[in-house]
């Protein structure tokens, strides 16, 4: 079980991007608060990650990379094994 805690401004910024990507779209069932992500849900979004990245783009289109959401969306990425 992995766990992701989004706070109101991130669940914002997810609406936000919403279906544009993958990373977004696959998010956006997630609540304010720490989610608990079960085994196959955390591939799945691993998955989703990785389908933005194809061709080398960045793991999160439209996201500010200095923000919390991005470093805790990259630790997510990076702990699921």
């Not at 914002?12 to 696959?26: H, K, L, M």
């Not at 609540?31 to 992500?37: D, P, V």
């Amino acid at each position: 079980m992995y766990t992701l805690t989004l706070t109101e401004s991130d669940i914002g910024t997810i609406a936000f991007v919403g279906n544009r990507y993958e990373w977004s779209s696959i998010l956006q069932d997630l609540n304010e608060g720490i989610n608990e992500i079960p085994e196959y849900k955390a591939w799945e979004i691993k998955d989703a990650i990785e389908s933005d990245m194809d061709g080398g783009h960045d793991a999160f289109p439209m996201l500010d990379t200095d923000s919390e959401l991005c470093e805790n969306l990259y630790k997510l990425y990076h702990d699921i094994v």
